[in-house]
Every structure is written in structure tokens, then in C-alpha cells.
Nanobody
Framework: QVYLTESGGDLVQAGGSLRLSCKAF????????LGWYSQVPGKQRVWVGN???????TYADSVKGRFTISRDNVRRIMYLQMNSLKPEDTAAYYC?????????WGPGTQVTVSP
């Protein structure tokens, strides 16, 4: 059973920082590409970035230079370091992975950035 769970969401002022965590169960964590997505109510879920099994990261243009994804294969945790936060970053953030051609999602964690 694949299970993902995010944590670390909070209310923060613009310009501030947060670190989100995603813990994964039921997968061979070391070999999986993991991703972060964001979603605002009433809009589609949007890709934020990925980290591959060898630690290679890619990011959406909107977060490049401000957000950093990392992973700890021993603790089975993926992180999203969010710096220089903007009000438009306000969203629920989800981690995701694919196993056996099926995509799995965590329940999400809310990030709210006040002006």
C-alpha cells in the first residue's frame, strides 16, 4: 500500500520561508522520482518540481531560484524548501509519485502567504 503524507504547511508573511516534508511508505523510496504540486481552490493542480532517484531536480519557472527540493533516502523523506515566499504561492501543496503506472498523492498541506 503506497501512502504519502505531507507536513510543514503554515501561515507565513511574504518574503518568509517554509520547509515542507513528504514521507513515503509502500515504495522502494530510493528508486522513485518524487514530485511536488500545488493547487488553489477551483483551479487545476500545478507541477512545482521533481527530484529523481539520483537527486537531479527540475522546477517550474515560477519557483526556480526560490524553491529547492531535496531527499533523505534513509529517512524516506522528500523536502521542499520554500524561500522568498510570495502571496501567489498560497496553495495546498501535494507530494506525488508513480508506481506501476499509477500516480499516488498525499492529502496535502496548506501554505498561506500573507502580503
Amino acid at each position: 500500500q503506497v501512502y504519502l503524507t505531507e507536513s510543514g504547511g503554515d501561515l507565513v508573511q511574504a518574503g518568509g520561508s517554509l520547509r515542507l516534508s513528504c514521507k513515503a511508505f509502500g515504495i522502494n523510496f530510493r528508486i522513485h522520482t518524487l514530485g511536488w504540486y500545488s493547487q488553489v481552490p477551483g483551479k487545476q493542480r500545478v507541477w512545482v518540481g521533481n527530484i529523481t532517484s539520483d537527486g537531479t531536480t527540475t522546477y517550474a519557472d515560477s519557483v526556480k531560484g526560490r524553491f529547492t527540493i531535496s531527499r533523505d533516502n534513509v529517512r524516506r523523506i522528500m523536502y521542499l524548501q520554500m524561500n522568498s515566499l510570495k502571496p501567489e504561492d498560497t496553495a495546498a501543496y501535494y507530494c506525488s509519485t508513480v508506481r506501476a503506472d499509477r500516480r499516488f498523492w498525499g492529502p496535502g498541506t496548506q501554505v498561506t502567504v500573507s502580503p
